[in-house]
């Protein structure tokens, strides 16, 4: 599986992105796709999940901030980030995961003024 990030930037705080990944290749369901982030000097750490159902799951950092959901027909998975803060300045990376977790080449989000 082949998962290709795009949709970071540099945005002020309190201001909005939109993450997208696009997934393919062998791609078997159902599968539980993601977004992760890793921040300087830190751990990669979970922002979302959704499952192939819709399921979704939140690190309580995010919660009521940023949005996870996803599009089956094109094996695609979107993170809206809404009232952004400078803590959540990292590099976000989606995910699938089937059997095995395969990881995008990670996108660069900078909230700063």
């Known amino acids: 599986v082949q998962l290709q990030a795009s949709g970071g930037g540099l945005v002020q705080p309190g201001g909005s992105l939109r993450l997208s990944c696009a997934a393919s290749g062998s791609i078997f369901s159902p599968n539980v796709m993601g977004w992760f982030r890793q921040a300087p000097g830190k751990q990669r750490e979970l922002v979302a999940t959704?499952?192939?159902?819709?399921?979704?799951n939140y690190a309580d950092s995010v919660k009521g901030r940023f949005t996870i959901s996803r599009d089956n027909a094109k094996n695609t998975v979107y993170l809206q980030m809404n009232s952004l803060k400078p803590e959540d300045t990292a590099v976000y990376y989606c995910?699938?995961?089937?059997?095995?977790?395969?990881w995008g080449q990670g996108t660069q989000v900078t909230v700063s003024s």
């Open positions: 995910s699938m995961a089937t059997t095995l977790v395969s």
């Open positions: 959704i499952t192939s159902g819709g399921s979704t």
